[in-house]
């Protein structure tokens, strides 16, 4: 199933940096699209949501942009800091079918010193 | 800040046997949900569960699986005869009445068939 894809794997960045994950997403139904980060042995984390009546959204250090034409999206975290090292994932929903969530892949993130 | 535990954090079974997974979801949510992670592949949904019945399933969610709400905060996912492909951690997640989405989601419990 391909519905929402993030076709980074992995991403290292340096402290201070900013931070870009991607996702695009093939389902035009699609319209609510949520950010999550996820620490080895433990369960994923809500980051960052956004609707698709808006294109942006910002929360402290974290921004998600929502390109719907081009069925896009993109995690901002800037000043990278080393406990933002996690695996990021993208989901996305529909609001006539809250909270059945279609995952990315998912990227790690490393934040060097 | 409250939380949604899971019981067991791992269970070793043997294929055929039955499984069940325990979940106790945040106190005043209503909508409840299992998602399960295969190692290396996605996080996927398996059912959704809302007064005291299931709202929606996927394909994977067959009739080995079954889910139940006990009592007033016990939330279980059962797994009648398992197999080898059940292997995965099993993700409980639940939220509130809000229209966001936003899923808690537990720690996980991995399960291993052997």
């Known amino acids: 199933d391909q519905q929402v894809k993030q076709n980074s794997p992995s991403l290292s960045v340096q402290e201070g940096r900013i931070s870009i994950l991607n996702c695009d997403y093939t389902n035009s139904m699609f319209d609510y699209f949520l950010w999550y980060k996820k620490y080895p042995a433990e369960g994923p984390t809500f980051l960052i949501s956004i609707s698709s009546i808006k294109d942006k959204n910002e929360d402290g250090r974290f921004t998600v942009f929502l390109n719907k034409s081009a069925k896009h999206l993109s995690l901002h975290i800037v000043p990278s800091q080393p406990g933002d090292s996690a695996v990021y994932f993208c989901a996305a929903s529909r609001t006539d079918s809250w909270g059945k969530l279609q995952f990315g892949a998912g990227t790690q993130v490393v934040v060097t010193p | 800040e409250p939380e949604v535990t899971q019981t067991p954090s791992h269970q070793v079974t043997q294929m055929g046997q039955e499984v069940i997974l325990r979940c106790v979801p945040i106190?005043?949510?209503?909508?409840f949900y299992w998602y399960r992670q295969i190692l290396g592949q996605k996080v996927e949904f398996l059912v959704s569960?809302?007064?005291?019945?299931?709202?929606?399933k996927s394909e994977i969610f067959d009739d080995q699986f079954s889910v139940e709400r006990p009592d007033g905060s016990n939330f279980t996912l059962k797994i009648r005869s398992t197999k080898l492909e059940d292997s995965a951690m099993y993700f409980c997640?639940?939220?509130?009445?809000?229209?966001?989405?936003?899923?808690?989601f537990g720690e996980g419990s991995r399960l291993t068939v052997l």
């Open positions: 106190s005043n949510h209503l909508y």
């Open positions: 569960f809302y007064n005291n019945e299931i709202s929606e």
């Open positions: 997640a639940s939220r509130d009445s809000t229209n966001t989405g936003e899923l808690f």
